[in-house]
């Protein structure tokens, strides 16, 4: 079982940065491929940005040069640096954690991040 908490969310002004973490418990965590995914209202959750345990990174074009994801496995964490944020961004960001031996998947509960002046 793995339990995943996001931290960093908020309201920023467009333009701005925010920078999200999500500390993840568990075991052999540094195997997991993890990221973070968005929902917007109305709309359905989108990948953001992923990295596996190797360390490659994929991002979606929507937020590639703005945002950058890293992780930290001495620490169980991952974090997403968001800069030049822009309304359309506003979300609840959901941090996910992947096994991918077994396919396993875990949510965290979200943070809201909202762009707005």
């Known amino acids: 079982q793995v339990q995943l908490e996001e931290s960093g969310g908020g309201l920023v002004q467009p333009g701005g940065s925010l920078k999200l973490s999500c500390l993840a418990s568990?075991?052999?965590?540094?195997?997991?491929?993890m990221g973070w995914y968005r929902q917007a209202p109305g709309k359905q959750r989108e990948l953001v940005a992923d990295?596996?345990?190797?360390?490659?990174?994929t991002y979606s074009d929507s937020v590639k040069g703005r945002f950058t994801l890293s992780r930290d496995n001495t620490k169980n964490t991952i974090y997403l640096q968001m800069n030049t944020l822009k309304p359309e961004d506003t979300a609840v960001y959901y941090c996910?954690?992947?096994?991918?031996?077994?396919?396993?998947?875990?949510w965290g509960q979200g943070t809201q991040v909202t762009v707005s002046s």
């Open positions: 996910r954690a992947r096994n991918p031996y077994n396919g396993e998947t875990f």
């Open positions: 568990g075991r052999l965590l540094s195997l997991y491929a």
């Open positions: 990295i596996t345990g190797a360390g490659s990174s």
